[in-house]
């Protein structure tokens, strides 16, 4: 397969993964603005989500003011922000166009759909009271074009790497989201253990649609943050977790392996980071710091990213 090929595949998939996390992103800042006492300085939730979602310096320099509205413009519908869920998913759509013949007609009219839906939206329409129901059907449209993926696509090249491209991206979102509550939103050592504290963990779960397969797995625990913690990290049980998203991500790379007839030094390097989440355990996380530990992961997921794209010749 050509490098052009594959990387477009890699990011049309890692785009609309995209999009679905910026909907989960601002559907935690929402959640979390309408509780009470939201409006205190050290709960600045809509500054979590900008700096989550790595949009906080682009933001800056185009408003002097965090607002709703204007977090909410800035990461929904303004194409001068990369990152945007109508930029990401314009781009997403420009890399299926390109490798158009390499997909199944359901995995290509389930994206070309959710664009020309997108577009029709109006910004000015979107008031708070509808944020949720568009978010809702951001990330439904997510969730349909995944499934086209798995339900009609063909266990080839043109499937590994779009899965790779999902993958990463989770993974990546996932320890963003987990970031974001631990280090940045309640910093107040006052606070933890709080019911402020214990509801916006409860709030994580719900952006990740875990919060009753949590109630399910740990029956009467009750919202702990080392528990929840350890689903989003290391139950493989979770199909959000870190741990589920490097097992599928060394799954696909082992079907290209299989394929190509040939292993690469990224496959070690996925492996390892699997492994070591199995092994892992939440004490020690904990110990050492989460958010230390979280940000290793994300500069490490990334740095994968990019040697994916190296070892495949991405243009």
């Not at 029709?120 to 979107?126: D, F, H, K, R």
């Not at 974001?180 to 019911?195: M, N």
């Not at 990740?208 to 350890?230: C, I």
């Not at 199995?278 to 500069?299: N, P, T, V, W």
Request: hydrophobic residues 40%; contains cysteine.
């Amino acid at each position: 397969m050509l490098g052009r090929t594959a990387s477009s595949l890699f990011w049309m998939s890692r785009y609309m993964e995209r999009a679905e996390n910026m909907a989960r992103l601002l559907e935690v800042g929402h959640r979390i603005s309408l509780m009470p006492g939201a409006i205190e300085g050290h709960r600045d939730e809509w500054r979590s989500t900008l700096l989550s979602a790595a949009c906080d310096q682009s933001y800056a320099a185009k408003y002097d003011t965090i607002t709703a509205q204007k977090v909410a413009d800035f990461l929904i519908f303004d194409e001068s922000n990369p990152s945007s869920i109508r930029s990401v998913v314009r781009t997403a759509r420009n890399n299926g166009r390109a490798v158009r013949t390499a997909l199944t007609r359901d995995v290509w009219e389930s994206i070309n759909t959710t664009w020309n839906d997108l577009v029709a939206v109006n910004p000015a329409e979107l008031t708070p009271d509808r944020l949720p129901v568009f978010l809702d059907w951001v990330k439904q449209r997510s969730m349909s074009f995944r499934g086209a993926i798995l339900g009609t696509m063909l266990r080839n090249e043109n499937y590994y790497f779009s899965q790779l491209g999902n993958f990463v991206e989770r993974a990546d979102n996932t320890a963003r989201i987990l970031d974001v509550k631990y280090f940045i939103l309640l910093p107040k050592a006052t606070d933890v253990g709080s019911d402020i504290d214990l509801h916006q963990w409860g709030q994580i779960l719900r952006s990740v649609s875990a919060h009753r397969a949590y109630r399910w797995f740990y029956r009467n625990s009750g919202y702990k943050a080392w528990l929840v913690a350890e689903f989003l990290i290391l139950r493989e049980e979770m199909p959000r977790s870190l741990l589920f998203s490097y097992s599928w991500i060394c799954t696909a790379l082992a079907g290209l392996a299989q394929l190509h007839g040939k292993r690469y030094d990224i496959h070690a390097q996925a492996e390892e980071t699997r492994d070591g989440l199995r092994k892992g355990r939440m004490e020690d996380i904990f110990q050492s710091g989460l958010h230390e530990y979280l940000q290793h992961f994300i500069q490490s997921n990334n740095q994968l990213s990019r040697d994916i794209a190296t070892t495949y010749n991405f243009p």
